[in-house]
């Protein structure tokens, strides 16, 4: 059986330099690459989650998710912020009443395939 150092390195010192090439006309710019890793760090934190979840069922005001998720408005319209900052989610005003929701499709898809990922 090989360790785990013989598994990370290659048998023979040699470049496939068509994969190679291949591969990194693919690769997006770092740029792209940085900002997407800064979208991953929002679904980092628990209780993001747990909004965009709520969000994925339903439109709601900050008083509805707070009551859902036990947690102080004040702690919700935070989280909201940064979503909002990250383009997760959005608003529409009805008279005084705010009432959030997932951006669009890709945030759905996005939270549904992180639940089956760790469901398998």
């Known amino acids: 059986m090989k360790t785990d150092e013989m598994i990370d390195s290659c ?18 710019d770092d ?6 890793a800064e979208l991953f760090k929002v679904f980092g934190d628990s209780t993001r989650i747990k909004i965009l979840y709520v969000l994925s069922q339903s439109e709601m005001c900050v008083c509805d998710i707070a009551q859902l998720l036990g947690m102080s408005q ?4 935070h989280q909201l912020r940064v979503l909002k900052q990250s ?11 705010v009432f959030y929701s997932l951006s669009d499709g890709h945030i759905q898809t996005i939270l549904g395939q992180g ?5 398998e």
């Open 31 to 36: 740029e792209v690459l940085y900002d997407l």
């Open 74 to 77: 004040s702690a919700i319209s």
């Open 87 to 97: 383009q997760l989610v959005k608003f529409r005003r009805e008279g005084k009443t």
């Open 11 to 28: 048998e023979q010192l040699e470049v496939h330099e068509k994969i190679v090439l291949a591969v990194n006309q693919k690769v997006p």
């Open 115 to 119: 639940l089956e990922h760790i469901e």
